[in-house]
């Protein structure tokens, strides 16, 4: 069982940036992809990034590509989202999940453990 907590949330002008953080409890992490979702009010919850077990790969959506970095630690037990050029549109609450296989299409059911979510919010 992987336990997952975000961190580094808040709120930040448009056009500021925010470094977001998820550490996990399992001492396995690092054989873990690791993905990060947003689900902003009365959306679907959407796929942002992910980055492989050993950070050599990643992949993300479209809107932030050249915005939004995803990097890992495994020596820390941590993933992180590194959001620069924030825009209004980018508010939501920012999930870490974990997953066993590498994978791009940002399909939910491939993820396995979820954490609890951390509020972003931008303001224009």
């Known amino acids: 069982q992987v336990q997952l907590v975000e961190s580094g949330g808040g709120l930040v002008q448009a056009g500021g940036s925010l470094r977001l953080s998820c550490a996990a409890s399992?001492?396995?992490?690092?054989?873990?992809?690791m993905g990060w979702f947003r689900q902003a009010p009365g959306k679907e919850r959407e796929f942002v990034a992910v980055?492989?077990?050993?950070?050599?790969?990643?992949y993300y959506v479209d809107s932030v590509k050249g915005r939004f970095t995803i990097s890992r630690d495994n020596a820390k037990n941590s993933v992180y989202l590194q959001m620069n050029s924030l825009k209004p549109e980018d508010t939501a609450v920012y999930y870490c999940a974990a997953r066993r296989s590498w994978a791009t299409s940002g399909d939910r059911s491939g993820y396995a453990y979820w954490g609890q979510g951390t509020q972003v919010t931008v303001s224009s």
């Open positions: 980055i492989s077990w050993s950070g050599g790969s990643t």
């Open positions: 399992e001492r396995t992490f690092s054989t873990y992809t």
